[in-house]
């Protein structure tokens, strides 16, 4: 939903999140 976030990510935005960091 956006890089930067700070509403409520769904934990669906937040594992995407944490994947392009990961990389």
């Known amino acids: 939903?956006?890089?930067y976030m700070f509403a409520a990510?769904?934990?669906r935005e937040l594992m995407?999140?944490?994947s392009q960091v990961a990389q």
């Open 9 to 11: 990510p769904s934990p």
């Open 16 to 18: 995407s999140a944490v």
């Open 1 to 3: 939903g956006g890089r």
